[in-house]
């Protein structure tokens, strides 16, 4: 119990009791759980800053890693964008761009997909409710990595996140206080 004695986040609170005591954990797809929420951008925007916070906060092995996978994916989409438009404006050949560009962009659609697949295969009864924004799976996992590096500049500039109308401070793995924002 005193691994989850003022922590925010009782998923890395139990990884790292179960570390301690010698295990490991082990995914299970059955394990997976539908959660349909109903928000706009903002509201995303303060789930996926509090997510990536909490990793920087209790995860840093993860988070830095992570944090340098997705600064790097955007910019070379940024630079090949550029360059493309360049080449076009000064009419040269611009395919060679357009296709390394465009190619970690291809197959983040085709990981959302497989992903799609997956999760409608371990979870039978969602299906029909997954299937209808199947879409979203596939078009919008091209611009997450975008919404990611906002939500690690953002954990790199604040340790407060607010969860259910309260305001917290991740001052450690151990220590998270209430605050006022």
Same mark, same amino acid.
């Given at each position: 119990?005193? &691994?989850?004695?003022?922590?925010?986040?009782?998923?890395? !609170?139990?990884?790292?009791?179960?570390?301690? #005591?010698?295990? !490991?954990?082990?995914? /299970?797809? $059955?394990?997976?759980?539908?959660?349909?929420? $109903?928000?706009? @951008?903002?509201?995303?925007? &303060?789930?996926?800053?509090? +997510?990536?916070?909490?990793?920087?906060?209790?995860?840093?092995?993860?988070?830095?890693p992570?944090? #340098?996978?997705?600064?790097?994916?955007?910019?070379?989409?940024?630079?090949?964008?550029?360059? %493309?438009?360049?080449?076009?404006? #000064? +009419?040269?050949? #611009?395919?060679?761009?357009?296709?390394?560009?465009?190619?970690? *962009?291809?197959?983040?659609? %085709?990981?959302?997909? %497989?992903?799609?697949?997956g999760?409608?295969?371990a979870?039978?009864?969602?299906? !029909? +409710?997954?299937?209808?924004?199947?879409?979203?799976?596939?078009?919008?996992?091209?611009? /997450?990595? @975008?919404?990611?590096?906002?939500? @690690?500049?953002?954990?790199? *500039?604040?340790?407060? /996140?607010?969860?259910?109308?309260?305001?917290?401070?991740?001052?450690?793995?151990?220590?998270?206080? /209430?605050?006022?924002?």
């Amino acid at each position: 119990m005193e &691994e989850w004695r003022n922590s925010a986040s009782d998923d890395y !609170s139990m990884t790292r009791a179960l570390e301690n #005591a010698g295990y !490991s954990i082990v995914f /299970i797809p $059955e394990c997976l759980t539908p959660s349909y929420v $109903e928000t706009g @951008f903002a509201g995303l925007l &303060e789930f996926t800053n509090r +997510q990536i916070l909490i990793t920087r906060v209790y995860a840093e092995k993860i988070w830095m890693p992570a944090a #340098a996978t997705h600064l790097l994916y955007c910019l070379t989409i940024l630079l090949g964008a550029a360059l %493309i438009v360049g080449d076009l404006l #000064a +009419q040269r050949p #611009a395919f060679h761009l357009v296709t390394l560009t465009f190619l970690p *962009v291809l197959l983040s659609s %085709i990981r959302g997909a %497989i992903r799609l697949v997956g999760v409608t295969e371990a979870v039978p009864g969602g299906r !029909s +409710q997954i299937m209808s924004q199947a879409w979203i799976y596939i078009v919008l996992g091209v611009f /997450i990595s @975008f919404l990611y590096l906002v939500n @690690f500049v953002n954990s790199l *500039v604040t340790r407060k /996140i607010r969860w259910r109308g309260i305001a917290y401070e991740l001052v450690s793995p151990n220590l998270t206080r /209430i605050v006022r924002l």
